[in-house]
């Protein structure tokens, strides 16, 4: 007989994507002191169907909560993924200049359901790391230009 933790066992073991991690300003540079925004485009519901003890098992994984980590020791946790600049939703201010490696963790909620039969909410949660991305912090310099 299928039971929960068979359905639980299933969920931990889907090959869930990391999340894309993308940075503004891009090409791997901000400025010390200035709002460097983050967000991942990463945010639809991944579907498979399973068969699990000769039962048809559709599994739902849905991003839940995004956790930041910002490279020198500052992160935080969202249920949002962020936006694309002008919307600067998750920003962080390096204070000094250097090279970090931020990276983007997400924690998928899922659902399950047997052949056509109703939705269930799957208990616990998975997390799937993602990858630092390099990042660095300069500061600016002034300089006269000619008319």
Known sequence: MLTVADIQRAFAEL???ASTLVIQPPDGLTLVNFATNFYTTSTSTISTTVSLL???VTLEATPATFHWYFGDGESTSTRKPGAPYPDLTITHHYQRKGDYLPSLTTTYTG???IADGPWHTIPGTV???GTTQP???IEAQPK???Y
């Open 15 to 17: 090959p869930l994507p």
């Open 54 to 56: 000769g039962q048809e």
């Open 111 to 113: 659902r399950y359901k």
């Open 127 to 129: 997390t799937i790391d």
């Open 135 to 137: 990042l660095r912090a």
């Open 144 to 146: 006269l230009v000619g």
